[in-house]
């Protein structure tokens, strides 16, 4: 099992900055994967961006590419997601999530979520 825990959230205006992060513990070893999701109110959840643990490659979703970038620190088993110049409909719940596997490519593993406001 891999417990997830989420920090960072909170309110900015839009064009600011936060950094979130996510404090993996338990069998951090076997994860293959970690990624932010959001939640909107009244929306679908969606992908955000993820990292591949070994080798670090990065994927984002068109709406933050360019303004989010994802980051690990595999000695601390933490993952960030710096966001910059902010938007209001990135405001959301953000959750992080973990597997443990290539495919398929399910997350089985998720945090509590952190809210994120971005007022304009």
């Known amino acids: 099992q891999v417990q997830l825990v989420e920090s960072g959230g909170g309110m900015v205006q839009a064009g600011g900055s936060l950094t979130l992060s996510c404090a993996a513990s338990?069998?951090?070893?076997?994860?293959?994967?970690m990624a932010w999701f959001r939640q909107a109110p009244g929306k679908e959840r969606e992908f955000v961006a993820s990292?591949?643990?070994?080798?670090?490659?990065?994927h984002y979703a068109d709406s933050v590419k360019g303004r989010f970038t994802i980051s690990r620190d595999n000695a601390k088993n933490t993952v960030h997601l710096q966001m910059n110049s902010l938007k209001p409909e990135d405001t959301a719940v953000y959750h992080c999530?973990?597997?443990?596997?290539?495919?398929?490519?399910?997350?089985?593993?998720w945090g509590q979520g952190t809210q994120v406001t971005v007022s304009s």
């Open positions: 338990g069998l951090t070893f076997s994860l293959v994967y």
């Open positions: 990292i591949m643990w070994n080798t670090g490659t990065t």
């Open positions: 999530a973990a597997r443990a596997h290539f495919y398929p490519p399910d997350y089985e593993y």
